[in-house]
């Protein structure tokens, strides 16, 4: 019942920019877009998350298109430490089950030196 | 530390076994939940917890499986009689609020071997 379609792997140059598609077209309203990653043999981390603006923090830059069908993560200068499983989730805001946070398979980034 | 624990980091049981998982969440956080990574996979929602709301058990896989969480402290995730195939990684995550809208953090997780 995956919600969001992402392309297996990708990888970029160390000191590029990283840019991790995600499609979500069957996004509703109310749901947001979270992303989080997985460093090999470590617990998943929180990446950012959005509603329809584009949202940036310390660790990378999330761009929905206006449509909210698909977004795109960005990390400006990817290093050797940013390869791992990139997990795109679209969730709904709020309590109970529906808010629940689905995995699906990712998108395995590789950083080359 | 601040962080979400997990013990043990490993267990290494033989088949047929009772084994019990220990996560205790970050201070205040009133959201858990209990994953599961095979090797290789992703992460396969198990049970969650929210505030004390009944918790959603969609995700356990069989009636071998069972968690509690005692208020907003510690949960316990036990596996009866274990199977080969329950061997994975057991991943415990907490948030500050009962939605988990902002962010989770994850343990490090527990690597069970049921031989």
């Known amino acids: 019942d995956a919600k969001t379609t992402q392309p297996t792997s990708m990888d970029c140059a160390e000191g590029r920019a990283a840019n991790l598609p995600c499609n979500h077209s069957?996004?509703?309203?109310?749901?947001?877009v979270y992303w989080y990653r997985q460093i090999h043999s470590q617990g998943p981390q929180y990446i950012i998350h959005g509603l329809k603006n584009n949202e940036t923090n310390e660790m990378a830059s999330l761009i929905i298109t206006e449509d909210r069908k698909s977004s795109t993560l960005i990390l400006p200068h990817a290093t050797l430490r940013d390869t791992a499983v990139y997990y795109c989730i679209v969730r709904v805001w709020g309590a109970g089950a529906n808010s629940k946070l689905t995995f699906g398979k990712g998108i395995t980034l590789s950083v080359r030196p | 530390g601040a962080g979400v624990s997990q013990s043990p980091s490993n267990k290494v049981t033989e088949k047929g076994k009772d084994v019990e998982l220990r996560c205790d969440p970050i201070s205040g956080h009133t959201a858990l939940y209990w994953y599961r990574q095979r090797l290789g996979q992703g992460l396969e929602f198990l049970i969650y917890?929210?505030?004390?709301?009944?918790?959603?058990k969609s995700g356990l896989p069989s009636d071998r499986f069972s968690a509690e969480r005692t208020g907003e402290s510690v949960s316990t995730l036990t596996i009866q009689r274990t199977q080969q195939e329950d061997s994975a990684v057991y991943l415990c995550?907490?948030?500050?609020?009962?939605?988990?809208?902002?962010?989770?953090?994850f343990g490090q997780g527990t690597r069970l071997t049921v031989v």
């Open positions: 069957t996004i509703s309203g109310n749901e947001y």
């Open positions: 917890f929210q505030g004390n709301s009944a918790p959603d």
């Open positions: 995550a907490s948030s500050l609020d009962p939605g988990m809208n902002t962010e989770a953090f």
